[in-house]
């Protein structure tokens, strides 16, 4: 039996949103990850890679939380105590956006399912269609009413418009594509120190020193970065009581 325009046109919505989700990641990035004021990370194993870097997918039912992508260095960055502050506050601007990302996750991969498939691509498909959009528009509203909080550029915001209207489901993203631009300033472990519990915390610093062992095990022993890397897991390890 050959599958139908409508089973296709679902694996295709499934298909680009689960495409436009994906993060690549080099060897000394981590994804922090905010879910109501509870701080979280990723760390993708090494394994295949795409272009030299891990891929990362975040989890498909969860796209309001905001993802923030750090970079972890043997240089010593100074903690900003400010930090932890300003980016609860820029989580916070994003609340309105947050709900309406779950609204349009329901219409798009839960509402238009049951329609294409149980009625076909008829009137009913296309009213959905309509409320999605309608959604789409609200949340590029709110974006824009808020920007300079988010720190959008004209530019910036446009491409996030094009994205959006272009392709329904990459607007379910909307909220991890703002707040990805937004890295941690300064020391990405002193910040997490800040805000992670202490369970997570010491998984964080376990994470990092298996990648430190890994680049240990590559560099040459005589050389300045070796002793670097020796240096950094060594300072990492004395955060942890």
């Known amino acids: 039996m050959t599958p139908s325009f409508e089973f296709w046109l679902v694996c295709g919505l499934v298909g680009f949103y689960l495409f436009d989700s994906a993060l690549l990641l080099y060897v000394n990035e981590l994804v922090y990850v905010e879910d109501r004021g509870r701080w979280s990370f990723v760390s993708p194993a090494p394994g295949w890679q795409v272009l030299r870097r891990n891929p990362y997918l975040p989890s498909p039912w969860r796209p309001d939380r905001p993802l923030f992508r750090v970079c972890w260095s043997t240089a010593e960055a100074a903690e900003d105590p400010r930090e932890p502050d300003e980016l609860q506050r820029f989580v916070g601007v994003l609340e309105p956006l947050r709900r309406l990302t779950l609204v349009l996750l329901a219409l798009l991969l839960v509402g238009l399912p049951v329609v294409l498939l149980g009625f076909g691509a008829g009137v009913a498909f296309l009213v959905l269609l309509g409320f999605v959009y309608l959604v789409i528009v609200v949340m590029l509203m709110q974006t824009y009413r808020s920007r300079e909080a988010l720190g959008l550029s004209?530019?910036?915001?446009?491409?996030?418009?094009?994205?959006?209207?272009?392709?329904?489901?990459?607007?379910?993203?909307?909220?991890?594509?703002?707040?990805?631009?937004?890295?941690?300033?300064?020391?990405?472990?002193?910040?997490?120190?800040?805000?992670?519990?202490?369970?997570?915390?010491?998984?964080?610093?376990?994470?990092?020193?298996?990648?430190?062992?890994?680049a240990l095990e590559v560099e040459d022993e005589a050389g300045a970065r070796h002793q670097a890397l020796r240096d950094y897991r060594t300072r990492l390890l004395g955060m942890v009581p």
């Open 154 to 214: 004209p530019k910036t915001f446009a491409l996030l418009t094009f994205d959006c209207l272009a392709c329904a489901p990459f607007a379910i993203n909307l909220v991890r594509k703002i707040s990805v631009r937004r890295s941690v300033t300064g020391d990405p472990v002193g910040f997490a120190r800040r805000v992670f519990d202490e369970a997570t915390f010491a998984r964080l610093i376990s994470a990092l020193c298996s990648r430190l062992g890994e």
